[in-house]
């Protein structure tokens, strides 16, 4: 059973910093592209990074930008994203998502490049 299991949300203040963490299963995607995505209330689903399958190559949103890293670990089955510097509007459920591509698909910001997804975790920013 494909499994993608996101945890490490939680309520910071403005300037905080939170580590998400995905936990994969059930497949082998230590061989896989995968990166991050959030959506806040009321708005479209939002690419955040994405990382290839040995974490050679990231991108990220410019909207995150030097505040947040993508980065995974194949030998315990993880990815995770620091985020520093965390602003109100970084508020949304993040979710973690996987490719079936060794190397990042084009776009990378397109979530139909993407084939798993876990179920989210939530961030809130308070200012």
């Known amino acids: 059973q494909v499994q993608l299991v996101e945890s490490g949300g939680g309520l910071v203040q403005a300037g905080g910093s939170l580590r998400l963490s995905c936990a994969y299963s059930?497949?082998?995607?230590?061989?896989?592209?995968m990166g991050w995505f959030r959506q806040a209330p009321g708005k479209e689903r939002e690419f955040v990074a994405v990382?290839?399958?040995?974490?050679?190559?990231?991108y990220y949103a410019d909207s995150v930008k030097g505040r947040f890293t993508i980065s995974r670990d194949n030998t315990k089955n993880t990815m995770s994203l620091q985020m520093n510097s965390l602003k109100p509007e970084d508020t949304a459920i993040y979710s973690c998502?996987?490719?079936?591509?060794?190397?990042?698909?084009?776009?990378?910001?397109?979530?139909?490049?993407?084939?798993?997804w876990g179920q989210g975790t939530q961030v809130t920013i308070s200012s």
């Open positions: 998502a996987s490719t079936r591509s060794l190397y990042i698909r084009r776009p990378y910001f397109d979530p139909t490049n993407y084939d798993y």
């Open positions: 059930g497949h082998t995607f230590n061989n896989y592209a």
């Open positions: 990382i290839d399958w040995s974490g050679a190559s990231t």
